[in-house]
């Protein structure tokens, strides 16, 4: 079965459909128009970052019936190398490349500048931004934008290793937020500043391997993927761990090694992560074995 979407993005409807399939653990095909991607970039980019494939609709949602040949070929290729330019996704290259778009060229990064950037603040005056303790450990939880995943039991059980305080980012999951209002950690709904925040954290906790796995792997913070959710979740934890760009912890029995293990590294003078890392080359690597398929 394909399960596929046209006519988007949409600010006002794409969210929920990606919120309700990242729940449900399925992908689709987005078939987009041109126009309405040049409005909105984020959404083709988020879409793209979840596994979901995009695809071309044209550039204007018009009867290509009562068009010419040459009109319905330059609308279609204008949908088309725009869709490839503004998903920055190594897939979205390979499939322009083979329907005849050429030279495809993909020069942004894969994270915003910032967060590399981000280190030439103190992770103390980081802090103070945030209202954070300036003394002792801070374990970024993190669950993306929608605070998908067993959020509460990780910061639970984060908490209960005894060696970090957890830092809950709910995201738009305003019932997760309120869930979590007396919980003793600290708990924040949308974040406008991300890379700040990481800059504050000294782990991340992750469950998807998405965007902001990437961007906390930009800002040279360890990363631990636990709880990943299901579908694309467990398949990045999988990828991400064979590669040695995070720790997959399976049980709360191994949550605090794990994370005594990261920190002490990290106290030690061991970076982890480089900041300056070429993240688009690191996803260009990992697909290359893929291929078209899921890993292994």
């Known amino acids: 079965m394909a399960l596929t979407f046209d006519d988007g993005p949409d600010r006002r409807s794409t969210p929920r459909f990606l919120h309700r399939l990242d729940r449900a653990g399925v992908r689709a095909t987005f078939f987009l128009l041109g126009s309405l991607l040049d409005r909105d ?6 879409m793209t970052a979840q596994g979901h494939e995009v695809a071309v609709h044209g550039w204007e949602h018009h009867n290509l019936l009562c068009r010419t040949p040459s009109a319905t070929y330059a609308d279609i290729a204008r949908a088309r190398d725009r869709i490839a330019e ?3 996704h190594e897939l979205s290259r390979q499939q322009a490349t083979a329907v005849g778009s050429a030279p495809v060229r993909v020069v942004r990064p894969l994270v915003n500048a910032r967060f590399a950037a981000s280190a030439q603040l103190s992770a103390q005056a980081a802090r103070r931004q945030f209202g ?20 509460a039991r990780t910061a639970t059980e984060v908490l209960a290793t005894g060696c970090v305080e957890p830092v809950v980012v709910c995201g738009r ?6 869930r979590l209002r007396r919980f003793p950690g600290h708990v924040l709904g949308w974040v406008d500043d991300m890379p700040t925040l990481m800059r504050a954290a000294d ?3 992750e469950n998807a391997g998405g965007l902001t796995c990437q961007e906390a792997l930009a800002s040279g913070r ?6 990943p959710i299901a579908g694309h979740g467990r398949a990045n934890a999988d990828l991400l761990s064979r590669s040695a760009l995070t720790s997959h912890i399976d049980s709360a029995q191994r949550l605090r090694p794990a994370l005594t293990e990261l920190l002490a590294a990290a106290e030690g003078g061991d970076p982890g992560a480089d900041a300056r890392i070429d993240m688009a080359g ?5 697909l290359t074995p893929m291929r078209w398929g899921w890993p292994g």
């Open 41 to 46: 970039p984020g959404l083709g980019r988020e």
């Open 86 to 88: 503004l998903t920055d």
């Open 132 to 151: 954070l303790p300036e003394q002792g450990r801070l374990a970024l939880i993190v669950a993306g934008s929608w605070g998908m995943g067993d959020v």
């Open 173 to 178: 999951n305003q019932r997760l937020y309120r």
């Open 203 to 205: 782990v991340v906790v």
């Open 222 to 227: 360890p990363t631990i993927t636990y709880r």
């Open 282 to 286: 690191v996803v260009a690597d990992v």
